[in-house]
């Protein structure tokens, strides 16, 4: 429970933001003109959730070889215990 502390006050200062800050911002999107009618909380903690997901992403990303590497290293060394297992099985009989 202790570690979920920074989790929930994180969230609730979240929480507190949005309740705070609901009333309507315009925002222009360049290249198209376009415009989008977003409350304040959204316009400011939705590109706050991408970049996060963005940066996750590409953490997760860079650490799959070292992943897959882990994975090979793991099924070798099995293969070496089962053949040294055999291997002192098999002179564990001649003695």
Known sequence: MIRLLPAILVALLLGLF???NG?????????GG???????W????GPCLIAFLAGALLVWFSHLPQKWSNRRLRRTAKRLDAELAARDAAVAKLN
């Open 18 to 20: 949005a309740v705070g």
């Open 23 to 31: 009333h309507l911002v315009s925002i222009a999107l360049w290249p």
């Open 34 to 40: 376009w415009t989008v009618e977003l409350a304040l």
């Open 42 to 45: 959204q316009a400011v903690l």
